[in-house]
């Protein structure tokens, strides 16, 4: 089992950027594929990005491509979500999760595919 901490939410301008940081705990983060969920008011939760176990794929839905990242560190057993170029739509809590299986790039973006979710960190882009 895995247990996920979000951190570095916060409130940013328009344009602004933010690091958002899970960390995991357990020896065994380098199997699983790290996954950030957002969530914004009066809305479903929905995938933004993944990244496979040893990262070489990444994914990201289309309205973050480009401005965000989605690094990882084995080692630290942590994963980052790196957002720039912010828009107010972005506003939501974020969560991470973590996916213990293989799973396809479909699979990936679906919620129930997850099987450890933190507990979210507030993101409020104002313009």
């Known amino acids: 089992q895995v247990q996920l ?3 570095g939410g916060g409130l940013v301008q328009t344009g602004g950027s933010l690091r958002l940081s899970c960390a995991a705990s357990g020896r065994t983060f380098s199997t699983y594929i790290m996954g ?3 969530q914004a008011p009066g ?3 929905e995938f933004v990005a993944a990244i496979s176990r040893g990262s070489y794929s990444t994914y ?3 309205s ?3 401005r965000f990242t989605v690094p990882r560190d084995n080692a630290k057993n942590t994963v980052n979500l ?3 170029s912010l828009k107010p ?3 939501a809590v974020y969560y991470c999760a973590a996916l213990r299986f293989g799973a396809t790039s479909q699979a990936m973006r679906v919620m129930g595919s997850y099987d450890y979710w933190g507990q979210g960190t507030q993101v409020t ?3």
């Open 43 to 45: 809305k479903e939760r």
């Open 125 to 127: 882009v104002s313009s």
């Open 89 to 91: 739509e972005d506003t």
């Open 82 to 84: 790196q957002m720039n």
């Open 60 to 62: 990201y839905t289309d």
């Open 5 to 7: 901490v979000e951190s």
């Open 36 to 38: 950030w969920f957002r």
């Open 64 to 66: 973050v491509k480009g």
